[in-house]
């Protein structure tokens, strides 16, 4: 049977990377689907190609994010209920989140389906790309189940406490993913999206057959999948907010390419080259984000909030000193990263000039990643919702415009309005998280249950 891995005993600093680094490259390889698409039929593919899978890959991003923060709303409860030691109501937590999941697979797959070459429309695809476009959105979303479910298998394991099983399973769905663009664009010269829906249905298959080996270590069965009440206003209360912060942080981002666009040719490319390199830049913080969530969530729910405080600062210092070296690779390294996704030295250096403006924003993303983790790891998902809100249509994108219309246009200066906004919503944060900090360290002197666990020395 498999075991629940338990953060509230122990060291802090060693079981929390080891956590970590697992998600972080489970990440990679899921942000590696898109750009190997890209790869792939920029090798075999004409513009047209590449065009609808650039517009197509970022409508399934918004759509992938957005269920990947909904399913922190099920990794978070689950880890607050083994904290408090309640197994069975652990078990209706993913029974739950199999009915709210099912019906969402259903809305993506018919809407998107249908509405397809609408959505191919608003996002401008270019004539020659539209039909293109509208197929490689119609294929994906066909397989939104597939989608759906792997990211609740994996907010079920990693509220378990388990980050390993789900990088074995996406690692072997991206080298299916890899063979079968191989396959259906190099041989068959047929949609990037099919290896895409295999690749997620072998992750998802292979993940149950594991499941079905180990067992599960609380009680479930048929019988708990249904909305149960409470658990399920839990999981959306929890899950909605996050889901609704990414889903406008995706839109801001998409906002700004188009204020790219409307530059000239050559800032739009290395724009969009350098977002794209932006992503795997930011999986760290996001690595961090999520295992400190897990971490915390246990801990929450066995109330041991100084505990809890103590792995944000472990994550806080650990994350800071990962930042410190993409911040080199990316301000100083910039054109040798660009390189990989263009050969145009002037998009080159248009992509290197935008990526600097990330680069600083490594230092703050190693504070604000793992105070947002926190905060979802204690439930408190309605300010990280506010914040990111604030972030994105407050300052990101009123900054990137008015930047734009600054001479001579420098995508530096655009860019940093990443930081800009970063900066912001570490002060929301951390004034919020000064007041429940007040509160919770009051509520475990109440409980009388002091924690004086140290960072171990391996910090």
Known sequence: MSKVKDFTEGKIFSPLVKFIVPILAALFLQTMYGAVDLLIVGRFGHAADVSAVLTGSQIMQVITMT???????????????????????????VGSGISIFAVIAIILTVVFVTFAPSVASFMNAPAEAFDGTSTYIRICCAGAVFIVAYNLIGGIFRGLGDAKTPLMTVFIACVANILG??????????????????AQAISVILSLIIIAKRGLPFEFSLKSIK??????????????????????????????VMIGNAMSVVPSAGMGVAQKLSAFIMLVPSSFSQGVSAFVAQNYGARKYDRARKALICAIGTSLCCGVCMFFLAFFKGDMLAS?????????????????????????????????????????????????????????????????????????RVGLATPSSTIVQIVICGVYLFFLSRTLFKKEETNDAPNHELCDAEA
């Open 67 to 93: 269920v990947t923060g909904l399913a922190m709303g099920i990794t978070i409860l689950i880890g607050q209920k083994l904290g408090q030691g309640k197994k069975k109501d652990t078990g209706n937590v």
């Open 340 to 412: 990989i996704f263009s050969t145009d030295h002037e998009v080159i250096l248009a992509a290197w000039d935008y990526l600097k403006s990330y680069a600083i924003d490594c230092f703050f993303t190693a504070f604000l990643f793992c105070m947002i983790g926190f905060l979802n790891g204690c439930g408190k998902t309605t300010i990280v919702m506010i914040q990111g809100i604030v972030g994105a249509f407050f300052v990101r994108i009123p900054v990137a415009y008015v930047m734009s219309k600054i001479e001579p246009v420098s995508l530096f």
């Open 227 to 256: 909305f149960h009440k409470g658990l399920t206003s839990q999981i959306i209360k929890f899950g909605a907010p996050i889901a609704l912060q990414e889903l406008l942080v995706q839109i801001s981002f998409l906002v700004i």
């Open 181 to 198: 663009d191989l396959v259906f664009v190099g041989i068959f010269n047929m949609a990037a999206a099919l290896a895409t829906v295999l």
